[in-house]
């Protein structure tokens, strides 16, 4: 008897640490252990080390794990990472050609970019279902980015070919309400967009005093008021807005900013912190997800970016995981965008606009003034993680969405 599968694609997954990689590794073992057959076409890299090599094949946990080799330029530059990107397109859609048989469902994420034309045509060849998971919008991003004129024949190539994929697919799950009305405006049929935002494991992921945090202590942060990043910083963030609250606060001794991470503009902060030669700066690399109670819990308040131009392109990951562990959060960008006005409503937080670096500052002071403000606002972080995005409501809208294909 042949069974329906489940087939997910993604560039990274489980050992890696990424956030694309948390949320899909943390769905396919819960569906796994729920008696879905399932299997994931990844690469076999590492998210932050591109020389990094994980076995071609493996059984985990219940999941048929395949690994597909490709170019391993990594992250730094964009020729690097468009080359890593097609090579995994043809490495992927070789194998999906392999292991897709008709009547399997593939579940295709949006890293690398329009993996979801190459995954719809093998869907369509095979008599497959498609269902497209939509972390973000390419082309539109490039677009934002100035790497690809939304007019251009590029352009408009992209595009069409984007959205033939989307309306090929049975769903597209959006993981932002913006991001539904943009699917919409594309010509998606209303049905056909699902919404289940992306989540953190509150349940794994908890608030943690900071004088009982022993990760604060290692780090000589116990006396400090700390103002947090962590996660990806890269090209849809910009960090020229704290650079200037930190200019304005570095005479406060007890400030400290603390990068938790990598990305492609890490390198950059790492050089403009050192040529306007201010000490109130920290780095640290990406911890293991086994220690984000403790990472998450050491700055007193966190940040989290992103430039307006990418409101309805993507939604913040590490937003969840902050508000996980109770923290409050500082926002620089949209304050009309979708976190946002989760952030205002609930009472936990404050939004800045980009280049408002003295609003930023003053509210970096308050918050170390009033502590037990700061407090609060990481508990009504907490309670909005609790009541409108627990882990268990996200994976049983997954379970419920993908049951015809249990087998």
Request: hydrophobic share 50%; glycine share 8%; net charge positive.
């Amino acid at each position: 008897m042949t069974f329906i599968k489940l087939i997910f694609v993604n560039r990274y997954f489980y050992p890696d640490h990424s956030a694309t990689s948390q949320l899909l590794s943390d769905l396919v073992f819960f569906l796994a252990a729920r008696g879905f057959r399932v299997e994931v076409v990844t690469s076999a890299q590492r998210y932050d080390d591109p020389a990094a090599s994980l076995p071609d094949g493996e059984r985990c946990r219940g999941v048929l794990i395949h690994r597909v080799r490709g170019l391993r330029f990594g992250r730094e530059s964009l020729p690097g990472r468009l080359l890593d990107c097609l090579s995994f397109f043809w490495s992927a859609f070789l194998r999906l050609r392999q292991v897709v048989a008709r009547g399997d469902c593939v579940v295709v994420k949006t890293d690398p970019p329009l993996i979801s034309i190459p995954a719809a045509l093998v869907a369509r060849w095979r008599g497959a279902i498609l269902i497209n998971w939509l972390q973000d919008v390419f082309p539109e991003i490039a677009t934002e980015l100035g790497i690809m004129a939304a007019g251009g024949a590029m352009g408009r190539l992209t595009r069409a070919m984007r959205d033939w994929s989307l309306r090929r697919a049975r769903i597209n799950v959006v993981v932002g309400t913006r991001m539904a009305s943009l699917c919409a405006r594309r010509g998606i049929a209303r049905e056909a967009i699902a919404y289940i935002p992306n989540w953190a494991d509150e349940l794994t992921i908890r608030p943690m005093a900071p004088d009982l945090n022993p990760l604060r202590m290692r780090w000589g942060l116990r006396d400090a008021f700390v103002v947090g990043y962590s996660g990806n910083l890269g090209r849809a963030h910009e960090f020229e807005t704290l650079l200037g609250a930190a200019e304005l606060l570095r005479a406060q001794p007890d400030l400290i900013f603390l990068f938790i991470g990598a990305g492609a503009l890490m390198a950059a902060l790492r050089q403009a912190v050192a040529v306007r030669g201010l000490r109130n700066f920290r780095f640290k690399p990406c911890q293991p997800r086994a220690g984000l109670s403790e990472s998450l819990s050491v700055p007193d308040v966190h940040l989290v970016v992103l430039r307006p131009g990418f409101e309805g392109l993507m939604v913040p990951s590490k937003f969840y995981g902050v508000a996980a562990a109770g923290r409050a959060i500082l926002y620089v960008g949209d304050r009309e965008g979708e976190i946002p006005r989760l952030i205002a409503h609930a009472g936990a937080g404050w939004t800045i606009a980009p280049g408002e670096s003295a609003a930023l500052a003053a509210h970096i002071l308050d918050l170390r003034d009033h502590r037990s403000e700061c407090r609060a606002m990481g508990l009504n972080a907490r309670r909005l993680v609790e009541t409108r995005f627990p882990v268990g409501r996200a994976l049983a809208a997954w379970a419920a969405l993908l049951a015809p294909w249990k087998g």
